[in-house]
């Protein structure tokens, strides 16, 4: 399974976000660590607020954090949440569909791929949480 550059941003944000619980972030802070697109990572951050992942204060010392613990957080459903769909293939037009095993099979395949990020939470990829911390100190942050 190959997954979105949407859902590959949201984790970035929830793993730098996890990493730095003590403060609020920026937006442009989280785009300069990863040296990725700021306008990307609105949208990102906007859904994750929207599931209630993520929290933003607005205003001069605003900015975002996490929402709830990391350890409350499940990575299976965050990737169901940035997925638009989680099908593997489009079975639907095949004209060969009602017959065929291989649907069966994919579907057997993907509910094995997320029952394995189910049983993961932010907490548990932030497990080193200073390594990744001194990682980003080797990029510089913009405030």
């Not at 003590?22 to 994750?48: F, P, T, W």
């Not at 204060?57 to 499940?74: E, F, H, M, Y």
């Not at 049983?119 to 932030?126: E, P």
């Amino acid at each position: 399974m190959h997954l979105t550059r949407y859902t590959d941003y949201a984790m970035r944000v929830l793993l730098y976000l996890g990493a730095r619980p003590d403060r609020l972030c920026s937006i442009a802070e989280v785009a300069a660590a990863y040296g990725i697109s700021q306008n990307h990572l609105m949208k990102v951050v906007s859904d994750l607020g929207q599931a209630g992942v993520v929290a933003s204060t607005r205003g001069r010392s605003g900015g975002i954090r996490l929402a709830r613990p990391a350890a409350d957080i499940n990575v299976g459903a965050v990737v169901r949440r940035t997925e638009a769909g989680t099908d593997l293939v489009d079975c639907g037009r095949c004209v060969i569909a009602p017959a065929c095993g291989l649907t069966g099979v994919l579907a057997e395949a993907l509910a094995a791929f997320l029952a394995v990020l189910d049983r993961y939470t932010l907490a548990d990829i932030l497990s080193r949480r200073g390594d990744i911390g001194r990682l980003f100190l080797e990029r510089p942050a913009v405030h």
